[in-house]
Each structure stands twice: as C-alpha cells, then as structure tokens.
C-alpha cells in the first residue's frame, strides 16, 4: 500500500498519541515541512467532464479540510473530497458535488458555513445565495434556500462568523452588511436591515482574524484599508483606541492602513487594494495587497506614525525616497516631441476624470520627499510640481470620511509579484502564518518568509494567471488557482521540485516590473481613450476627440 506524505501527517494528528501532543509540538511538525521540504505541483484537480468551464476565482477549505470549495466564472460550485480507495496517488481529490448556483454573473466566493451544510456564494450580479448540499448530494443542480440581495454592486467576498446563521459579505456599493439566516427578510427598497459599513467608494476585500471577532478589515477602491470595531464598551474601547464608540452606527472605524508613497507604476486616483487578510494566529497582523504596487505587512498594535520600511532583504523594497517628475528628462531632440505629448496625455486624463467624475475624488496620502538640492533648476522643477501635487492630495484626503482618523505605516514589503490585471488575493501560510503568498501576472505564486521579507520560493501554479492561495488547516498542503479551469495542488516533497522557478527569481522579478510598467502605460493609453470616448458621448468637452477600436 502507498503511503503518502498526507498520509504520515494526517496519521499524526489523529492517532491517540497525537490526542496527548501539545497544539505547538503539532504545528512545529507542520511549520518545519513548509521550511525544510521542496514544494512541488502534486495534484491538478479538474477535467472535461468533472472541472470547472471558466476561471476559478474562489478557493476555501471546510469540514477541518477534508472538502475543497471551488467557484467561478461558470456560476457552479464544485466539492472536492479526497478518494479513500485510491491508494496510489497522493491528494486524490475527486469531485464528489456539483451546484449549479444560478448566479447570472461570475462566482466571485463561496464559503462553507461553520458546523452546517450551508454554503453562501457571492456574485457579479449583486447576490447572495445560500444552498445546502447535504439536502441534494451528487452532481445535479441544487436550489437555493435563500436568496438576498441586499447589495446594489457586485458582490465580492464572504467572512463566516463563529455560526451556521450569520456571515458578512462585501461589494463594490460600498456596504459590508451581516446576514442573519434565522431572521426572514424580503429584500426591497428599505426593507433590508442597515449594513455594518457604508464607504463612499468601492470595497472589494474583506478578512476577519477568528481571535478578534469584533473587528475587521476592508479595502477597495482606495489607497486606504480600513479597521473596524464592532464593540460598544466605551470604556475599554477608550483605553484601545484613544476614541469613544461611534453612537450612530453600528461599528466604529478606528484606523487607516497607508503607505508612505504610491507605487511607482500607481496613477494618483486610480489607487486600489485588491486583497486583505487578518492573521489568525495572532490576530493583530495584517496584510493588504495593493494593484500595481506590492504587498504589505501591518499590526493594529502599531503606534499610528510613519515607520521605515528600509531593509536589507531582497524581498522588501525602500519607498521611493523622491517622486519622479511627471516632466520626463529627454537625452536629446528626438524625444522632446513625445515626452510632451506624455505630459499632456497625463494632464487630459486627470481633467476628463475630474470633469466626468461625480464622485468625490479618492483620498490620497502625501509622499515623503527627499531635500531638495538648492541651485538646481531642475529640482526646483521638481520641488514645485510636487508641492502642487501634495496640495491636491491634502485637497483629496480631506474629503475622505475618515481622513482624520490615525494611519498606522507598515511593518514590511513584499515585492517580486506583479499584480496589475486581476484582483488577486493574499494570504498568510503555515501554522502560526510564517509566510505570505499571493499570486502574479505571470502565472506563478510568491512565497515569502513574513518575519524577514526573504522570497522563500515561486512556483509556478497556473497557464496565465494566479490569482488565489489558500492553505489547509492543518496539512502542508496548498490550493492555488487563477485563469486555468483547473485547481493545482501544492505539497512539499522529498525531491527536486518540477514546479518551482526560485532559480529563475531574478529574471522573473525583472520581467514582471517590466510588465507592471508596459501594463500601466497601456491602462492609462485605454483609459485615456475611454474617458474621452465618455465625455464625446456626453457631448461634453471631449467631443470631437477620436474613439478608441480597441474595447
């Protein structure tokens, strides 16, 4: 009989003898096989006839791991359960349930409701729906037993709560709300009940750490992250954040999570946070994953003051010390025609934006400059674009709702990855979440050590795109998926890993921040386009102005 590196593990945890183990002897075990193993491809789940038939946008474990969730762009959710006959491969996972949501749009989550059968999902048609699949088990269709559609964007993320009843979801209207299974609502105009948060601009990430409860993060459309408190014992919440409880609302916003700069492929207003998550082992840490930037590392302990993210690591990267100059140096005549051209370019977006934008412009948070160099005409150029440029984001960042608020600076930055074209998301990994993941571009997936910011591996986990990590609970064993119709599977193994690129780091990181600049300009090129097509239509200022063929 084959025994697998599942198995030995599995058999660990639940022997008698692992009964009497400590929990931290258990996950050293779990820890020292992410750091001494090789991680390699062990498994790919999916076929013509049992994988999905679009991109698999959302991954989650549930029943202690022992079933995989998947969903996306196909509006199916499918049920994975490893195949206790198979003794000959490692991580026989098999499809063992099919639902077919009903979903009009893209599957964006779907989550596993604790000590239930219940399964929400969430989509691009504004909805949410909840099944349960024990009522209908096999592959057929299972009808929703309920349907909510509170939101009036597109629905991207679900945290489950510590019930089979309640869960939060997440959209891009702005609005966290808390569902209430046991309490019976018909969604309609003002009958919903008042959601936990409401932004003035589009939230697309969502995370909670089971060990504070009470609070949770979100991000979108913004160069900021937000945290929330959703206790009301204004004495204790005094003495933590330094504020009394918001008596209006429901949660009280207490922090921001910034940046000391943008990045350097970011255009100011187009800032946005594609992926957060809490630490579950501690409960303080936070990750955000910026579009066009990086990933960072914050704690909700931090002071709220600027902190250095200097080091010497590879894997973390100094802030710009000073902004490059929207005036482009030209070496000689030939680019002075093009370089302004470029400026212009750049001018017309930011006035078709404000012209056509309704909206409050997003907030921005000013960079940290290096003295400037007195006599040089040069950098006096500088020095004044960037003071117009800081008094328009101090303009911006004074109408965001919770712009007085404390900003706590991060920890640690994590570069390598690039993540431009999709909304990725972000993990932690191991037992006591000893590394940080995400997903890239480029098809491959980053694993970096947390504490240090040290690139630890890249492996690559998909045809085009990855764009979700997620980790059992207790095995070291690693879902990815992205643009494929397939799930790969990911374990350490005993020799040479066919999957990992680790030895091609350096040129694949260079690569990818030649892409996010290539990719960068060709959005603003599109946009550009776009919003001058917009204004055309509108027969505002931009009439007139030749329309873009590419859509």
Known sequence: M??????????????????????????GLLSSSFFSGKMDRVNVLGSETTGHTGCVNALSWARAGSVLISSGDDTTVRLWKLDSENTEQDYAFVCDTVIHTGHRANIFNAQMLPQSSRIATVAGDSQVRVFDHEKAPGIRGIAAIRILRCHNGRVKRIVTEDSPDLFLTVAEDGSVRQHDLRVPHT???????????????????????PLTPYQFVVAGSSPYGYLFDRRHLGRHFCEEWGQPPDNGGVTTCVRRFGRLTRGEHERRGLEHITGSRMASSNGHEVLLSYSSDSVYLYSTKDDPQPTSMASTESALLRPNSRRRSRRPQSVGGSDTGMADEDVMMDEDIDRIRAESTPSPPRTRRPVVEDAPHEGDPDTREDVEEDEEDESEEHEEDSQDQYSKLPTIMPRLRYRGACNVETVKDVNFLGPMDEFVVSGSDDGNWFMWEKDTGKLHDILEGDGTVVNVIEGHPYL???????????????APTSGPSRFSRLDKADSIMRRNAEAATSRSELSNLLLYYRLARQMAENGGPGEGVVQCPLQ
Do not use: M
Request: charge should be negative; hydrophobic fraction near 35%; proline fraction near 8%.
């Open 187 to 209: 969604c309609s105009s003002d009958s919903c009940p008042a959601p936990l948060v409401q932004l003035n601009h589009e939230l697309s990430t969502l995370s909670l750490s």
């Open 2 to 27: 084959h025994v697998g590196p599942i198995d030995r593990i599995a058999a660990v945890y639940s022997s008698p003898f692992s009964q009497s183990c400590s929990r931290q002897w258990k996950d």
């Open 476 to 490: 070291p064993l690693v879902a990815v998926s992205g643009i494929d119709t397939t799930v790969k599977l990911f």
